[in-house]
Every structure is written in C-alpha cells, then in structure tokens.
C-alpha cells in the first residue's frame, strides 16, 4: 500500500529551529518534495531530494534516508510567516504520480 | 512570466451536474497534474498528462477524466456531481514527465450543493 506519516500539528517559537518529519511506505520511489501550503493557497514547492542525505536550502533544510523510508524538513530562524502547512511527497517510480502526506499544520508564536 | 493559470476560481454546482475545469502550464512546460485536495488533507493525485497523452491515473472513478490540448492546456471533467466531490482542484506544470518540480495554479474551488 500507500502511505505518508506526518505530525498533524506542531508549534514553535519564532527565531527557534523546527523539525517536521515524514515517513512513508510507497511502492515504489523516485524522489521526495516537500511542500509549504499557507491557508487558502496553493502549494509552492520548498525542496526535492532523491538520494540520501542533507539538501541545504537557505533557512529550509531537508533530508532523505530510503532505507529508513524517513525524511525531515529543518526550518531555522522561524519567522511569523512560516505558519503554515508543509506537506510531504513522494513520487513514484515512473515519475508520474505524486502521493502527498495530509500535510502539517506549523503555528509560529511570538 | 506566468505561472500556472486556471479558471475559473470558484464554482458552485448541483448534484449530478457536470463541471469543466480548467487549467495553462507554464510556458514551456509540456506536463500538467490534477489534484483534488479536501480541506484539512493534502491533495489527492487524479491524473498527469505528457505531450497530450495520459500517463498517471489515481484512484478516482471514471466519471473524472480529463485531457490535454496542442498548446499543453487541460481540462478536467467531472460528471454525476456528488456532494463528496467539493474540494479545492489543484493543476500543477513540470517541465517534462521526469522528477522535476511542479508547479501549482491557484485552484478552483467547486462546491456541490
């Protein structure tokens, strides 16, 4: 079967460092997105990585283990505007099908 | 340039009606995904067409379907209209059929009454 895990909700400080994971079972694998969706909106695409190991993307971070069937997206320097959903993604082996996790919530407080 | 353009915004129709969608790609862009998110879950792949051809279907029933024109432009049909079928439905454009970003449109927001 087909399946993404990711936390529901998470809240963090603004100015602190977050870590939103996703594990997943697919049957088959080709490269993993993460996503950042604010409310109402459409989604916008933050990182991709296919093989093992850390993609450094300014504030945005994400890493991969296949083996695990595990990724995490790092945000650093949390600002207000990172409140939103981050959805994780998984392509499937012919590349032309794209499973998303439900997605999960990020409150950044004050 | 322009990105990802649908039309139109929102849409409220009738059980058992039936609704077009549509959606431009980026130029340049030769494949574009549907998408059905429900609110509160991460969008739901419908299909993905490639130089016109359909090369991904999900797990959707047969009174979806779609289809993509010359200039890479696509609609999505729904026919039979359920209540269930209210959602956001997003079209997102790659370059190519490979692993690539996709980018997505704004959406079209159906609501079935």
């Known amino acids: 079967g087909q399946n993404i895990d990711q936390p529901t909700e998470m809240t963090a400080t603004e100015g602190a460092i977050v870590q939103i994971n996703c594990t997943y079972q697919?049957?088959?694998?080709?490269?993993l997105f993460w996503y950042q969706q604010h409310a109402g909106e459409a989604p916008t695409f933050l990182s991709y990585?296919?093989?093992?190991g850390l993609e450094e993307k300014g504030r945005f971070s994400s890493f991969l283990s296949r083996s695990k069937g595990y990724s995490y997206l790092l945000l650093k320097e949390l600002q207000m505007k990172d409140s939103a959903s981050y959805l994780c993604a998984v392509r499937d082996t012919g590349g032309f099908k794209t499973i998303f996790g439900a997605g999960t919530r990020l409150f950044v407080k004050a | 340039d322009a990105g990802v353009t649908q039309s139109p915004t929102h849409l409220i129709k009738t059980r058992g009606q039936h609704v077009t969608l549509r959606c431009s790609p980026i130029s340049g862009h030769k494949s574009v995904s549907w998408y059905q998110q429900v609110l509160g879950q991460g969008p739901q792949f419908i299909f993905q067409?490639?130089?016109?051809?359909?090369?991904g279907r999900g797990n959707f029933p047969d009174r979806f379907s779609a289809r993509q024109f010359p200039n890479y432009s696509s609609e999505l049909n729904v026919n039979a209209l359920l209540l269930g079928d209210s959602a956001l439905y997003l079209c997102?454009?790659?370059?190519?059929?490979?692993?690539?970003?996709?980018?997505f449109g704004p959406g079209t927001r159906l609501t079935v009454t």
């Open positions: 990585n296919v093989l093992d």
């Open positions: 997102a454009s790659s370059k190519d059929g490979t692993p690539y970003e996709q980018y």
């Open positions: 067409y490639y130089e016109k051809e359909e090369r």
């Open positions: 697919t049957s088959g694998f080709n490269g």
